[in-house]
């Protein structure tokens, strides 16, 4: 990435999230930021967390980047492409792109606050002497850590749009996308120790018989006599033939995202949602 699209790329980057360009030169840019894009960047967690444990709104900082080697400014930081702060941006890309943002569509005259949940929509894969697959739709809540099962099942009567409505405002996560994550995917971990395992000793007895039978047919000793060529093709198939039965019955469970999603909900309706699922 030359000096030129790497300051198109962060410009375009910067004023996309919302940022204000205070000044743009050739090798220098100005922004100021986003909450969102502060918290996410200039390493303030203890600033941000006092600030939302007081309810007020922070101040975000100016960033100033500077893609030419030569320039030189003061409170400036130069950024290339083995620069931490530039990879730090293309990890923040990359979650974002896997996350869409959704707002409740909210008819209100006062100032209501939203609430972000994380929804991961998940299979689960199980693989044995019988296949099946489980659906599951898990939602934490990124201020207090409160989790729900099945939730996308509860949405079909809420909508949402793409933008904030009017009066409506988003309370910043106290939990990190990414550690939100990490806690679903602990609770399916939790939840998986603690379904039927039965279907595991099965498929491995089914396993045994069938490797049992595949040995019995391709008796070593009985080849002895046979050409080395042909021993050879014999042991290649027995090889081909263990391994697929190993691909279709050695027990597994896999795990797979589907989607995933920020819902800001207000929470009224949020805790109709739950009312609704504990009914």
């Known amino acids: 990435m ?31 930021l986003t909450p969102e894009l502060d918290e996410e960047l200039m390493n303030r967690p203890f600033y941000w967390r006092y600030k939302k444990r007081l309810g007020q709104e922070g101040d975000p900082m100016e960033l100033t980047l500077l893609t030419d080697p030569n320039e030189t400014t003061e409170k400036a930081e130069h950024i290339h492409f083995g620069s931490p702060r ?24 006062s100032r209501t606050p939203l609430y972000p949940w994380l929804i991961r ?6 693989s044995g002497k019988r296949k099946r697959t489980e659906t599951h739709s898990v939602g934490l809540q990124l201020l207090n ?6 939730w996308m099942e509860n949405f079909s009567q809420v909508q949402f749009k793409q933008q904030i409505s009017d009066q409506c405002y988003c309370l910043s ?64 198939l027995y090889k081909n033939e263990l391994d697929a039965v190993h691909k279709r019955l050695v027990p597994s ?27």
């Open 2 to 32: 030359d000096r030129h699209t790497l300051h198109q790329f962060l410009r375009k980057f910067f004023l996309s999230n919302g940022c204000q360009l205070l000044e743009e030169k050739e090798g220098l840019l100005h922004f100021l």
């Open 86 to 109: 530039l990879h730090k941006i293309f990890r923040l890309i990359r979650d974002s792109a896997q996350v869409a943002r959704l707002y409740e569509k909210v008819d209100t005259a």
């Open 121 to 126: 929509n998940m299979s689960v894969h199980f």
């Open 145 to 150: 850590g409160q989790l729900a099962t099945d």
């Open 173 to 236: 996560p106290i939990i990190r996308y990414q550690s939100g994550y990490q806690r679903i995917s602990s609770y399916m971990h939790t939840y998986l120790d603690t379904i039927d395992d039965s279907w595991v000793k099965e498929t491995k007895d089914t396993l045994k018989q069938e490797e049992d039978l595949l040995a019995h047919f391709f008796d070593q000793s009985a080849q002895e006599e046979l050409e080395e060529e042909i021993r050879e093709e014999r042991a290649a």
């Open 253 to 279: 469970i896999k795990m797979e995202t589907i989607n995933a999603g920020i819902f800001y909900l207000s929470e009224e309706t949020a805790r109709k949602l739950l009312h609704k699922k504990e009914a």
